[in-house]
């Protein structure tokens, strides 16, 4: 059985494994090896079935991955044992992507993805950098107008998804984000620091990235992953084989 941990010290349980859903919405402007079709609303609708039967709760989305919180909303059950988690600050329109950091942009990429994902609340919302992480933990509006959504009850948890060290070890040390995504896989262990790190201050960690965007062999690199003290390893696709291959890979370990 797929194990689920809790996300830090306050936050939901999640399984081991999480479904990262770019691939349902996007496919311009990627940095995938090979191209690929959207999927049909039947083809979504079979991949999420699949993955819920395996033991997958948790779906992970965002603004930038263009239909995927339409298509999540439609096709996920109405069910609080099932997370999901978006992100706020970066768009995808006209084949292109652009950040805002503004309280006015994050209050309406809140307010569209409640209506898109057909939630109540979200469950999990993280910060998406842009690579400018201090900039926009120091001067940006981010925390503040997250803050405010959160005390509103419109979100859960907190999150921030950097690119750099110096950004998540800043990030840890405000003591405002219940949880971090982090770059790490067996072949790009930069970020190793953070995950004790983290662990000792009660923020989950999840894990982006870590089949080195299929450059990897899942068979060592999500039992590596597992063992770490981590929350939950996200991976994507449409291949419901190869992902149910991930989630018994985990529940080995």
């Not at 049909?40 to 395996?54: C, K, M, N, P, Y």
């Not at 971090?180 to 790009?188: D, T």
């Not at 939950?232 to 449409?238: N, P, Q, R």
Request: glycine residues 12%; proline residues 4%; without cysteine.
């Amino acid at each position: 059985m797929l194990d689920r941990r809790q996300l830090g010290s306050n936050g939901p349980l999640i399984s081991t494994i999480g479904f990262g859903a770019f691939k349902i919405g996007r496919n311009e402007g990627i940095k995938y090896e090979h191209s690929y079709d959207l999927p049909t609303d039947e083809q979504v609708a079979s991949l999420i079935h699949g993955l819920l039967q395996a033991g997958v709760n948790y779906f992970d989305t965002a603004p930038a991955y263009g239909l995927s919180e339409k298509r999540l909303g439609e096709h996920l059950p109405a069910s609080d044992q099932i997370i999901v988690s978006t992100k706020v600050g970066e768009t995808f329109q006209d084949g292109r992507s652009t950040h805002d950091f503004s309280a006015g942009g994050i209050d309406q990429s809140i307010d569209r993805s409640l209506r898109l994902l057909r939630r109540p609340r979200l469950d999990i919302v993280f910060i998406h950098s842009d690579g400018n992480d201090l900039s926009i933990l120091e001067s940006s509006d981010a925390i503040p107008a997250l803050r405010r959504r959160q005390e509103a009850g419109d979100i859960g948890v907190m999150g921030f998804s950097g690119k750099t060290l110096q950004g998540h070890e800043h990030a840890l040390s405000l003591d405002v984000f219940g949880a971090l995504m982090v770059e790490y896989n067996l072949g790009n262990r930069e970020q190793e620091p953070i995950l004790a790190k983290a662990q000792a201050r009660g923020v989950g960690v999840v894990i982006k990235k870590g089949l080195g965007s299929g450059t990897l062999d899942p068979h060592e690199a999500i039992p590596f992953l597992a063992k770490e003290p981590i929350t939950s390893i996200v991976v994507g696709g449409l291949d419901l084989d190869h992902l149910l291959d991930d989630v018994r890979l985990a529940t080995q370990v």
